[in-house]
């Protein structure tokens, strides 16, 4: 199949690298020195001690690529409104496009609805047919030690689903496409709440360790930051149960799974120390639109927003 990766970063590019692997018609849309990279190159995949590379054809234009059966788009949030009309014109008729984000995704509220705080312009929605969506969740860690690689360091799962609910014919097929790349994927019945859970376990975590600049075991030892991420969480649960997305998990629970991690360093520390734009309206600012919308209160998540953003901008990374 004809596939193109959006946003050839730590996960764009180990997805793009599985997938030229296995003989895909592998395309890039990428700059600057990621597509100088790409080009002399292709992809390349850091697993352990080993890097292997993958031939794809990269461009900075969306138009010399072509129409597409399969868009990844692999950007952070913030990028995707200035570069969806790019992508526009890599979707035909049966083109699938699966937005791999951290965060909540324009299309999440349905129909009619997408949110003005991750799609300010609605450049987006008018860009982006909801035919044309797929929705994914990536439980993965990886990074990129030189551009053009990802080195991948942990793989769950991807989870992909109808936006509006129920597996489809194509999300199978999208499923057993990435499965044979060796990319461990399952199907969601309802990927809205797969990625609400998602969020509930790193709306706290990210923008506390950008604002401390402490890794997660850190995080979690201080009694005070704590109680100040589960009040967030007990938030999150209360918009989330409101919108059909209900988490029957504790807080202390979640929080459990992410000690095991260790000393971690979330993305958005990671984006703070290397100077990148911040993700704060996908993990923060979205959430709070909703919170608004179904009339929950969430003063916690709006300290922590606030708290975030101004430090975002003195850093001139929001």
Aim: hydrophobic share 45%; proline share 5%; with cysteine.
């Amino acid at each position: 199949m004809k596939i193109a990766i959006v946003g050839a970063g730590a996960i764009g590019t180990w997805v793009g690298a599985r997938l030229a692997e296995t003989g895909h018609d592998l395309s890039a849309l990428a700059r600057g020195d990621t597509l100088a990279a790409l080009q002399s190159r292709g992809l390349g995949l850091k697993t352990g001690e080993q890097t292997t590379f993958h031939p794809c054809r990269a461009s900075a234009e969306a138009g010399a690529l072509g129409v597409q059966d399969i868009v990844m788009i692999a950007v952070k949030a913030q990028a995707l409104p200035t570069l969806a009309p790019a992508i526009g014109s890599m979707i035909g008729t049966d083109t699938m496009v699966v937005p791999m984000l951290n965060g909540v995704p324009w299309w999440f509220m349905g129909e009619g609805q997408s949110l003005r705080s991750v799609d300010p312009e609605l450049s987006i929605e008018r860009s982006i047919p909801r035919h044309a969506l797929v929705g994914c969740v990536v439980h993965a860690s990886a990074a990129v030690p030189e551009p053009g690689i990802s080195h991948l360091r942990m793989c769950d799962k991807l989870i992909v689903g109808e936006p509006s609910g129920g597996v489809s014919a194509r999300v199978g097929a999208l499923r057993d496409c990435l499965e044979s790349a060796g990319i461990p994927t399952v199907t969601s019945e309802d990927i809205r709440k797969e990625v609400w859970y998602k969020l509930w376990g790193n709306m706290t975590m990210n923008p506390m360790s950008a604002l401390t600049l402490a890794t997660m075991d850190c995080l979690l030892d201080d009694p005070l930051l704590r109680t100040f991420a589960l009040q967030a969480m007990e938030e999150a649960r209360s918009i989330g149960a409101r919108i059909g997305c209900p988490i029957t998990e504790s807080g202390e629970a979640r929080m459990q799974v992410t000690r095991k991690l260790g000393a971690f360093k979330t993305s958005m520390l990671q984006d703070v120390e290397a100077g990148r734009s911040l993700e704060l309206d996908a993990l923060l600012a979205a959430p709070l639109e909703i919170a608004q919308a179904v009339g929950a209160e969430a003063p916690y998540l709006g300290a922590l927003f606030g708290l975030a953003r101004t430090m975002g901008r003195s850093r001139q990374l929001y």
